[in-house]
């Protein structure tokens, strides 16, 4: 029995309805693969901040420290600014923990309608990688002159060859290991120094991954083509700015921002990873018990991937792909009636 130490942070909203039955599913796939797991639930949320007056204790960093895995819910709440929120846990956590890698697969399964007539059940499956600690995000820049006609801000992006090769390699390995194409996401004709230095390095990262054929596409070429033609891609790589977009872009291609996942990786193990669904704490829908748990369930399938346990992964997607194939088993945000722990009873049942 391999027992790994969980850190769950379900946060505000549906989060603590989400990570529950992610819970629920961990454990049961877990029992059939002679893995255990030891939780902690931390309340870190809005909540507390509305409390305490921090998302996070100062400490936060090494209590979270301890686990192998850290699984998320979301932040967010109506009276705390979401760059509170999101400067105040989420990002010190990326940073922090050099999570460099943001993971995100997309999927239209059978019987998931997706809004695009293109885009069949079956047919899209590629994943969006973004750099996820550096580029655009950064926290150079200042305000000047608050206030006065000559009121002004700055914002740099940076970009490092050392964070820029690393997401990219991690990019190309996964091509190698799925369909062999890597498109990357683009801007160097409008943004003249670092996207052609991004450029650069991934023409320079291919010749070290030859099995992977490559491509690049402007953002806003590459965003058009996500609508018309989802078929075409297997991985896309962008910068944490691209990154972001696109992979909400593709959340809703397959259907519903309810089961979209997403993996923040230290790919060195170097730190514990964290896994969340990209959906945020969805205060229009919170309380009411039918919550879409898809999202967190399939990160907490890409968790056990990390932690090593890809058979006991697949199980769970697999079992996700068979109750929307097979029943109309579905929370309302796919078109179905039932609740968040009714869907997730059913799931459980096809384990
Ligand atoms: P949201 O993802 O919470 O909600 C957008 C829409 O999708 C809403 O209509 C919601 O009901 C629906 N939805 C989302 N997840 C769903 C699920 N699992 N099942 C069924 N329907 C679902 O995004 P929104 O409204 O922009 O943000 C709400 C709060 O969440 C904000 O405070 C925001 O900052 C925060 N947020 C947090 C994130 C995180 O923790 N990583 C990510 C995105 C937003
Ligand atoms: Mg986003």
Not at 24 to 32: F, I, K, S, T, Y
Not at 120 to 133: A, H, L, M, W
Not at 196 to 209: C, I, K, N, S, T
Request: charged fraction near 20%; glycine fraction near 10%; aromatic fraction near 8%.
């Amino acid at each position: 029995m391999t027992n790994h130490r969980i850190a769950l942070i379900p946060g505000d909203g549906i989060g603590t309805e989400v990570v529950p039955a992610a819970r629920r599913v961990l454990d049961a796939v877990g029992a059939e693969h002679g893995v255990s797991f030891t939780y902690r639930s931390f309340d870190w949320s809005c909540a507390r901040h509305l409390r305490e007056g921090a998302m996070m204790p100062e400490d936060g960093l090494d209590r979270l420290r301890e686990h192998d895995a850290i699984l998320l819910g979301a932040v967010g709440y109506p009276g705390v600014p979401d760059h509170v929120s999101l400067w105040g846990l989420l990002i010190p956590i990326r940073r922090g923990f050099r999570q460099y890698v943001n993971v995100r697969p997309i999927r239209v399964f059978e019987g998931v309608e997706s809004p695009l007539r293109s885009a069949e059940p079956g047919s899209v499956d590629f994943v969006v990688v973004r750099e996820n600690v550096e580029g655009e995000y950064s926290e150079i820049g200042g305000r000047l002159n608050r206030g006065f006609p000559e009121e002004m801000a700055v914002q740099e992006a940076v970009f490092t060859r050392a964070g820029v090769n690393r997401v990219l390699d991690y990019a190309f390995t996964l091509a190698a290991r799925r369909a062999g194409r890597l498109t990357s996401a683009t801007k160097s004709n409008g943004i003249v120094h670092t996207m052609p230095f991004w450029d650069e390095l991934v023409a320079e990262r291919a010749a070290h991954h030859p099995g992977v054929s490559w491509d690049q596409e402007h953002i806003d070429a590459l965003a058009a083509k996500f609508v018309l033609d989802p078929r075409r891609f297997d991985v896309v790589v962008g910068s944490n700015l691209f990154g972001d977009i696109l992979s909400d872009l593709a959340a809703a291609v397959a259907g519903s921002i309810g089961i979209a996942p997403a993996a923040n990786l230290n790919p060195e193990g170097d730190f514990p990873s964290m896994f969340e669904p990209v959906h945020g704490s969805a205060p229009d829908i919170a309380g009411l018990g039918i919550a879409n748990p898809l999202g967190a369930i399939w990160s907490a399938a890409m968790m056990l991937d990390h932690l090593g346990h890809p058979e006991a992964a697949t199980r769970v997607t697999d079992a996700m792909a068979a109750v929307l194939a097979a029943t109309s088993v579905r929370t309302p945000d796919l078109g179905g009636t039932a609740s968040t722990e009714e869907f997730t009873t059913e799931l459980l049942a096809r384990l």
